[in-house]
């Protein structure tokens, strides 16, 4: 078998070549969590330095302890960073600083692909390229939409016109994400409705804190105007669990708890969570999120990502009247550009020919929590 058959060939392209940007003779820091610490696979990190030293990049292999709240690198780290031509996050760490201004001029990456499965599936292996000039155009097209509207099948229903980028914060984030899996936030500050929540509330991989993620007893729906959650509504249990976690998240990081900052959905349909959200929120929050039939909300501070999040599930997203998204499934070709993507990448169009649809949500379970 040649260079290139395998899947684990191809996604060492995909995320060392295509991604990365590394050559023969670069240096890169590939960084893992401490062993044991259950959210990336043990074997990922190390497996990615082998691939990367067989393709003679210059790779050291270190570890960090898992933190519940990192406000900056330490100074080790950054050096590390400094000195290199890239870095490879296998360590929440890298999701927890993708919106902090890094030190260096390097390249850094975080991997949402949390082990080998998923990291040599159609996630992991459709061209990076493909999804980088996807998210651009999805990008494009809603900064020049009139109106954006959301709707799921569970009650959701929200919209407000073309969100103007003027709006749009300065960055989206500094790290680069493998693989590109949704695209710029959507400022929540020009869109008013509801949202269904999919059953939970969410930690947002900003701080990590418990409860991370919030198991809902009964309908949950939240209210907002113009980036201001109004309240819940839905079964007394879950609108007084949302309101005391609410609080709670709110005092404990001294942020304003009524901020509803910002929104956007997954846009690889190779990314796929075969296990229950309530088996592992932490995983789920970072491993979920990048799959077409899923919408998320940062909310609770002025800032992205905020520290809870509202996931929706199956939205469909209209603009100016067109479902670019419906029930879950995301139609590249529905919007411009789209269509000479997949044409320049067939292993593209053939994930969104045939998507994944497993997303650790059952949709029974959570239709007979709504009754």
Not at 133 to 155: F, M, S, W, Y
Request: proline share 6%; hydrophobic share 40%.
């Amino acid at each position: 078998m040649t260079l290139g058959e395998r899947p684990i060939d191809r996604a060492a392209a995909n995320l060392l070549s295509h991604c990365a940007g590394l050559k023969t003779g670069n240096r890169l820091i590939v960084i893992s969590e401490t062993e044991g610490g259950g959210y990336y696979d043990d074997c990922l990190a190390p497996a990615v330095a082998g691939m990367a030293r067989e393709r003679g990049i210059r790779t050291t292999l270190c570890s960090v302890p898992f933190q519940d709240a990192v406000e900056d690198l330490d100074d080790e780290i950054a050096e590390l960073i400094s000195e290199s031509d890239c870095t490879i996050f296998f360590a929440r760490l890298g999701d927890q600083v993708r919106f902090r201004d890094l030190r260096s001029g390097s390249r850094a990456v975080v991997s949402y692909a949390l082990d080998m499965d998923m990291l040599t599936s159609p996630f992991g292996t459709a061209h990076y390229h493909a999804f980088t000039a996807l998210k651009t155009a999805i990008d494009q097209h809603l900064a020049t939409a009139r109106e954006v509207h959301v709707t799921c099948p569970n009650g959701t229903d929200f919209t407000g016109p073309g969100p103007g980028w003027h709006k749009k914060p300065k960055q989206d984030v500094t790290i680069v994400r493998f693989p590109m899996s949704v695209f710029a936030p959507v400022p929540a500050a020009e869109f008013t409705g509801r949202v269904a929540m999919a059953g939970f509330l969410m930690g947002t991989g900003s701080r990590y804190y418990e409860p991370y993620g919030r198991q809902l007893s009964g309908r949950l729906i939240a209210h907002f105007t113009r980036g201001q959650l109004n309240g819940f509504s839905g079964a007394p249990e879950a609108v007084a669990a949302a309101n005391a976690h609410y609080d709670d998240i709110a005092a404990r990081f001294g942020i304003d708890r009524n901020v509803v900052h910002s929104w956007h959905a997954g846009i690889h349909p190779g990314c796929a969570f075969n296990h229950p959200v309530e088996s592992n929120f932490l995983r789920w929050s970072g491993g979920a999120f990048g799959n077409p039939r899923i919408l998320h909300f940062h909310t609770c501070g002025a800032y992205a990502p905020g520290e809870i999040s509202w996931n929706v599930l199956d939205p469909t997203i209209r603009v100016d009247g067109v479902a670019v998204w419906e029930d879950g499934r995301l139609y590249p070709d529905r919007v411009p550009g789209g269509e000479d993507i997949l044409a320049r990448y067939p292993c593209a169009a053939a994930a969104f020919e045939n998507p994944a649809r497993d997303v650790g949500i059952s949709d029974t379970a959570l239709r007979a929590s709504y009754a």
